[in-house]
C-alpha cells in the first residue's frame, strides 16, 4: 500500500494557525519528492508545496508563500504543512502526493507546476477556514 495517509484537518478560523499532516508507507528516502496539493470547489487543482525526500529543496506556490512551511521527518515518515494567518480561499481539500523516484540517486527536487507528476496521493484531508 503506497498511499500516503493525512490527518489534521478542519474547521479554522480566519487569521489563526493549522497544520496537516501525512505518513507515508515505507520510508521517506524511498520517494523523489512530497508535495500538498489542493483542491477547492470550482478552482484547479494547485500544488501549494513541495520538499525533496533529501529535505535539502521546498517549493511554495505564490498564493501561500510566506504563510506555509512544509517540513518533514524521516524517522516518523512524516510530513506536515504548517499554515498561519489562514484566508477563506485557503478553504480546499488537501491532498499529500508522493512521487516516485527516477533513479537511484533522485532525492533533491521537487516542482510545483502543474503537471509534475506525484503518482501517490491519499485521500485527503479537508480544511475549512471561516471568516
Known amino acids: 500500500q503506497l498511499q500516503p495517509v493525512e490527518s489534521g484537518g478542519g474547521l479554522v478560523q480566519a487569521g489563526r494557525s493549522h497544520r496537516v499532516s501525512c505518513k507515508v508507507s515505507?520510508?521517506?528516502?524511498?520517494?523523489?519528492?512530497i508535495a500538498w496539493i489542493r483542491q477547492a470547489p470550482g478552482k484547479e487543482e494547485e500544488i501549494v508545496s513541495c520538499?525533496?525526500?533529501?529535505?535539502?529543496?521546498?517549493k511554495y506556490a505564490e498564493s501561500v508563500k510566506g504563510r506555509f512551511t512544509i517540513s518533514r521527518d524521516p524517522a516518523k515518515n512524516t510530513i506536515d504543512l504548517q499554515m498561519v494567518n489562514l484566508k477563506p480561499e485557503d478553504t480546499a481539500v488537501y491532498y499529500c502526493a508522493a512521487r516516485r523516484k527516477r533513479s537511484r540517486f533522485d532525492m533533491k527536487g521537487c516542482g510545483i507546476l502543474p503537471g509534475y507528476e506525484y503518482e501517490y496521493r491519499g485521500q485527503g484531508t479537508q480544511v475549512t477556514v471561516s471568516p
Open positions: 515505507g520510508g521517506i528516502l524511498d520517494y523523489a519528492a
Open positions: 520538499i525533496s525526500s533529501d529535505g535539502g529543496f521546498s
